[in-house]
């Protein structure tokens, strides 16, 4: 059993679409990550929000954590071919991080 | 400089045989994990060490025994490989233990396929 749950599983879009994934548990989390996986790679960290209603932009990126922070959203604007690839978000609870099993979002041109 | 290195990249092994994989991080980190990813893309913790001590042993078989020699590497042997055991094998560091600000660094992964 997933601790996290990542929603779509699968996006594809069109450059300069917008989209959102969405990472939701019905447990707390002292601080919640998200992390981008490109093929053949390892994760990358992109953000921590800690905070409940916690609000992180990073250029086109979005990142918010749920008021009771159990849930967290991330949110592209102007999508790009180069934003293609796996995110993963990570949530922090009993002294470590558990992940979800990502959303593969795909950017054609 | 690759932070975290970990070789093999690639591994294609027959059932029942024992392998390693080493890794290595240049980043001064005292603490080290590893992690697997199964073919859903789900990523589990299997060990975590501080500074050579074991930290983390979540339920995995006996089969895999990680080893420690210094804080900068972190090996993982596995004996009497399965075909479950086919996956991508993540090694990663961070600067302390795993804390809730931690930003924890992965190395490229070893795809190991078990025949």
């Known amino acids: 059993t997933q601790l996290l749950e990542q929603s779509p599983q699968f996006l594809s879009i069109q450059e300069g679409e917008n989209l959102t994934v969405y990472c939701n548990s019905s447990?707390?989390?002292?601080?919640l990550q998200w992390y981008r996986q490109e093929p053949g790679e390892g994760p990358v960290l992109l953000v921590t929000v800690v905070t409940g209603g916690e609000v992180k932009k990073l250029k086109r990126l979005t990142f918010q954590f749920g008021d009771a922070r159990k849930d967290s959203s991330l949110h592209i604007t102007a999508a790009q071919p180069g934003d293609t690839g796996l995110y993963l978000c990570?949530?922090?609870?009993?002294?470590?991080?558990?992940f979800g099993a990502g959303t593969q979002v795909v950017v054609t041109p | 400089d690759t932070a975290v290195s970990q070789t093999p990249k690639y591994l294609v092994t027959q059932m029942g045989n024992d392998k390693s994989i080493k890794c290595e991080q240049n980043?001064?980190?005292?603490?080290m994990y590893w992690y697997k990813q199964d073919s859903k893309k789900f990523l589990k913790i299997m060990f975590s060490y501080n500074n050579k001590e074991l930290i983390i042993n979540e339920t995995v078989p006996n089969r895999f025994s990680p080893k420690s020699p210094d804080k900068a590497h972190l090996n993982l042997h596995i004996n009497s490989l399965e075909l479950g055991d086919s996956a991508v094998y993540f090694c990663a560091s961070s600067q302390v233990g795993m804390s809730s600000g931690n930003t924890i660094y992965f190395g490229e992964g070893s795809w190991l396929t078990v025949v």
């Open positions: 990570a949530g922090y609870s009993w002294g470590k991080f558990q």
């Open positions: 447990s707390v989390f002292s601080s």
């Open positions: 980043l001064g980190h005292d603490t």
